[in-house]
């Protein structure tokens, strides 16, 4: 056990739906990322937040969004979703705002969009 | 544009073998090179990890060999076990204002006994 928990393990919606994911990180670390996992492109880097602020951004799309909130669980909140959304999608936590510090992943969210 | 390139994608070892995976990379602002592990409906699992000014880390079974010069660095599991058996990530660190990693393709490994 990694020690980050997200929920819900799987989700299964229609296309045009809004799905929420939800992190909590592992206790006393202050980032939280998000990756997202598909077949066709590998574990893909979406977003970080360091302690309430977002760090850094990959190849988010805009219908994605995500936050972390003051007591530093971070939402990632995909919209108007479509087929090419589903995917495993993951969070990690560390300490710092680097993953040197190591970064754990949680067991992730199977999203299935239909 | 891949910047992490990865090979094999699937290798097959017997056990007590030796497994050997290869990562190659473009960006020379990658100074963080961690190895992932992982089994199926799990999330990657840290293995082990290496930064650019040292070129070898040994840690039990796994080590990573680490060319800084050629941008390129490997895992090797020595007595592979057929618990070994998962998918290997390596990936690479950028930091700007924050961090990133940029994950490989992903290594199959299967361990027969």
């Given at each position: 056990?990694?020690?980050?928990?997200?929920?819900?393990?799987?989700l299964i919606t229609a296309?045009?739906?809004?799905?929420?994911?939800?992190?909590s990180p592992r206790s006393g670390d202050l980032s939280v990322y998000w990756y997202q996992q598909s077949l066709d492109q590998g574990l893909q880097f979406l977003i970080q937040y360091y302690?309430?602020?977002?760090?850094?951004?990959?190849?988010?799309?805009?219908?994605?969004?995500?936050?972390?909130?003051?007591?530093?669980?971070?939402?990632?909140?995909?919209?108007?979703?479509?087929?090419?959304?589903?995917?495993?999608?993951?969070?990690?936590?560390?300490?710092?705002?680097?993953?040197?510090?190591?970064a754990f992943f949680g067991q992730g969210t199977r999203l299935t969009v239909v | 544009q891949q910047q992490?390139?990865?090979?094999?994608?699937?290798?097959?070892?017997?056990?007590?073998?030796?497994?050997?995976?290869?990562?190659?990379?473009?960006?020379?602002?990658?100074?963080?090179?961690?190895?992932?592990?992982q089994f199926p409906g799990k999330g990657p699992a840290l293995l082990i990890a290496i930064r650019p000014d040292v070129s070898e880390k040994k840690e039990g079974r796994f080590t990573i060999s680490f060319n800084k010069s050629a941008k390129q660095f490997s895992l090797h599991i020595m007595d592979s076990q057929p618990g070994d058996?998962?998918?290997?990530?390596?990936?690479?660190?950028?930091?700007?204002?924050?961090s990133r990693l940029t994950f490989g393709e992903g290594t199959q490994l299967t361990v027969n006994p």
């Open positions: 056990d990694s020690g980050v928990t997200q929920t819900p393990k799987h296309t045009g739906q809004r799905v929420t994911l939800r992190c302690n309430g602020e977002e760090r850094a951004k990959g190849n988010i799309l805009e219908r994605f969004s995500a936050q972390q909130f003051p007591d530093l669980h971070s939402e990632l909140n995909l919209s108007s979703l479509e087929l090419g959304d589903s995917a495993l999608y993951f969070c990690a936590s560390s300490p710092s705002y680097r993953v040197n510090t190591e | 992490v390139k990865q090979s094999p994608q699937s290798l097959i070892v017997q056990k007590g073998g030796i497994s050997i995976i290869n990562c190659a990379y473009e960006n020379t602002a990658f100074d963080y090179f961690p190895w992932y592990q058996s998962a998918t290997y990530f390596c990936a690479c660190e950028q930091v700007t204002s924050g």
